[in-house]
């Protein structure tokens, strides 16, 4: 407790001390990935994905693809509502890629977006986060440019795995927020 002394009287409060390590538990788990050439401009708050092979980017996170992935493009277009959309990394050019974060097990929020700001009249959108379907659709018009999709996750294995689904056409994905969820209060 400290002791703090205004004009008017003399009283107590705890000492407001917290370190860095308390507010990230408080926070929980996040990761916002920007998929995205190399050498690109990377959207505020994001941390960049430009293709590589799983491993620690050493931002704090780890992450990447099951093999090289050199299939990213920057669109530097207008319609583009911030560089995250602007931006997008091919997943089934050159082969068919496989994306994983490592988290802890846990339940996660997460949010992929999917789409190009330039070309999408023959694309389909299937992508699967731990093997549940997350996006499976189509732009609905030719002004549509991207699709998304934010549901819950459960990981248990330590790592969030985003595939390619069957339905899939020239499936493109621009960024991902995963976010951990808060526990349940008993």
Do not use: C
Request: charged share 20%; proline share 4%.
């Amino acid at each position: 407790m400290r002791k703090i002394r205004t004009p008017e009287k003399l009283y107590t409060r705890p000492a407001l001390i917290e370190s860095l390590e308390d507010r990230r538990l408080l926070a929980g788990f996040t990761a916002l990935i920007d998929f995205q050439p190399a050498g690109v401009h990377t959207q505020s708050g994001y941390k960049a994905d430009t293709g590589a092979v799983f491993g620690d980017r050493g931002n704090g996170l780890t992450y990447g693809w099951n093999a090289t992935n050199n299939n990213g493009v920057d669109r530097n277009s207008k319609k583009s509502f911030n560089q995250a959309y602007d931006t997008f990394i091919h997943m089934q050019k050159n082969g068919s890629f496989t994306w994983e974060l490592a988290v802890p097990n846990g339940s996660y929020d997460v949010r992929i977006i999917a789409g190009d700001a330039v070309f999408n009249s023959d694309d389909f959108y299937h992508i699967l986060a731990q093997g549940q379907t997350a996006i499976n659709s189509r732009q609905t018009n030719i002004h549509q440019h991207w699709i998304g999709s934010n549901q819950p996750i459960t990981v248990t294995d330590g790592r969030l795995t985003i595939s390619n689904g069957v339905n899939a056409v020239n499936n493109k994905i621009a960024f991902i927020e995963v976010r951990e969820r808060p526990p349940t209060a008993p």
